[in-house]
């Protein structure tokens, strides 16, 4: 990931990685890895045209796929979209999704 001029992360990553590591590894690991993620990465939060974009997208993705995408999904989607960056994700619901370029790992 280094080959990007600036590397973003949105705030609800870092809730959904920090829950995640509190569940199976515990608090420790939780910190550690939120910590090291906050000097690698821009956290960038969710502000009002964040959370209208994510809503716009999520609408977008009902309509066209008749899929429910997560609100969280879509908060960070819009992240992506509006910071013109690139997704790095491992979820099926980032595919399609307009306006978001994503690489898979």
Known sequence: MRRYDRRLVSTITLFEIYKLSL?????ETAEIR???IGTE???VPVDDS???RGAQL???MKLQ????MPMADSLIAATCALSKSVCITDSP?????????????
Not at 23 to 27: D, I, L, Q, T, Y
Not at 93 to 105: A, L, Q, S
């Open 23 to 27: 569940e199976r590894e515990g608090r």
């Open 34 to 36: 939120i910590l090291r």
């Open 41 to 43: 990465f821009e956290v």
């Open 50 to 52: 964040i959370a209208v």
């Open 58 to 60: 999520k609408h977008a």
């Open 65 to 68: 796929k008749n899929e429910d």
């Open 93 to 105: 619901h980032f595919d399609g999704i307009p306006y978001v370029r994503c690489k898979w790992i």
